[in-house]
Nanobody
Framework: VQLQASGGGLVQVGGSLRLSCATS????????MGWFRQAPGKEREFVAA????????YYADSVKGRFTISRGNPKNMAYLQMNSLKPEDSAVYYC????????????????WGKGTQVTVSS
């Protein structure tokens, strides 16, 4: 199983970025997808998750109203549209796969992708 994330980069405050994540090796399985992030010196924290069908979505309070997670077609793709970015959004973002979209904790994730750096400059 592999998770391939892309889309990170450097952006100014108030700007936007779109992260993508593609899974491989999970054909025939249903699973939730989402992101965590980790800033230097901080613990990894939940950002957003979406169910297999796309009908159930959760966001961290810190990103509600600014970030939008979506599921692609085919369903092995997920996207995180990040708008109105703030310096505190700067972190390494990790795509993850879990059984369901609710109550995501990093210790419960089934698979992880390599992180992608997001830097918001002021």
């Amino acid at each position: 199983v592999q998770l391939q994330a892309s889309g990170g980069g450097l952006v100014q405050v108030g700007g936007s970025l779109r992260l993508s994540c593609a899974t491989s090796g999970l054909t025939g399985s249903t699973y939730a997808m989402g992101w965590f992030r980790q800033a230097p010196g901080k613990e990894r924290e939940f950002v957003a998750a979406i169910s297999w069908s796309g009908s159930t979505i959760y966001y961290a309070d810190s990103v509600k109203g600014r970030f939008t997670i979506s599921r692609g077609n085919p369903k092995n793709m997920a996207y995180l549209q990040m708008n109105s970015l703030k310096p505190e959004d700067s972190a390494v973002y990790y795509c993850a796969v879990g059984r369901s979209a609710g109550n995501w904790k990093s210790a419960d994730m089934n698979y992880w992708g390599k992180g992608t750096q997001v830097t918001v400059s002021s």
